[in-house]
T-cell receptor, first 115, second 113 residues
């Protein structure tokens, strides 16, 4: 089945220690997104890639970076995690054909815990 | 600016009954899409249903239907014949033309046996 895969499902890191979360997709979608969702809140978009074009949200901290080496994979790097970065990180994809008004398909998420 | 409002933090429904989850939105864009997602405790966001701003008919997907009232800027989700597995967080979301999905704060639905 075509899907969005996130690894690991749970990640524990130490305060200030760089961490990378990964996302892969078998849907062959052009657009990949990273969302941050803190407890009992709505998901918040951090950035997205339209093919190789990177689009950063204005209020995304510099501590968060992303890489998309190919169509299938996208990584979220947190350079120096703080306690406030503990959250669920959701990866999503969309076809990229309908000018942004299209369904996004989400992976299962990675829960990040910062000690 | 786009805004999505879900005024019901929590809802309860008896198993096999229907339930309506409210969603209102605000945008100045004439073209937009409205979505509902389900998020179980496991965390995955599951797409349920989509309504385009120019769609004449209300969207339906199995037990889910979207009650779209454009003049009132509302896009309520109706779940018919509720099942225990429907217990989850439900998010209403809106997209305009910028590859950005704006989410409401969500409604936690609990289905009572």
């Amino acid at each position: 089945d075509a899907m969005v895969i996130q690894n690991p499902r749970y990640q524990v890191t130490q305060f200030g220690k760089p961490v990378t979360l990964s996302c892969s997709q078998t849907l062959n979608h052009n657009v990949m997104y990273w969302y941050q969702q803190k407890s009992s809140q709505a998901p918040k978009l951090l950035f997205h890639y339209y093919d190789k074009d990177f689009n950063n949200e204005a209020d995304t901290p510099d501590n968060f970076q992303s890489r998309r080496p190919n169509t299938s994979f996208c990584f979220l790097d947190i350079r120096s995690p703080g306690l406030g970065d503990a959250a669920m990180y959701l990866c999503a994809t969309s076809r990229g054909e309908r000018g942004g008004q299209e369904t996004q398909y989400f992976g299962p998420g990675t829960r990040l815990l910062v000690l | 600016a786009q805004k999505i409002t879900q005024t019901q933090p929590g809802m309860f429904v008896q198993e096999k009954e229907a339930v309506t989850l409210d969603c209102t939105y605000d945008t100045s864009d004439p073209s937009y899409g409205l979505f509902w997602y389900k998020q179980p405790s496991s965390g995955e966001m599951i797409f349920l249903i989509y309504q385009g701003s120019y769609d004449q008919q209300n969207a339906t997907e199995g037990r889910y239907s979207l009650n779209f009232q454009k003049a009132r800027k509302s896009a309520n989700l109706v779940i018919s014949a509720s099942q225990l597995g429907d217990s989850a967080m439900y998010f209403c979301a809106m997209a305009t033309g910028a590859n950005n999905l704006f989410f409401g704060t969500g409604t936690r639905l609990t289905v009572i046996p």
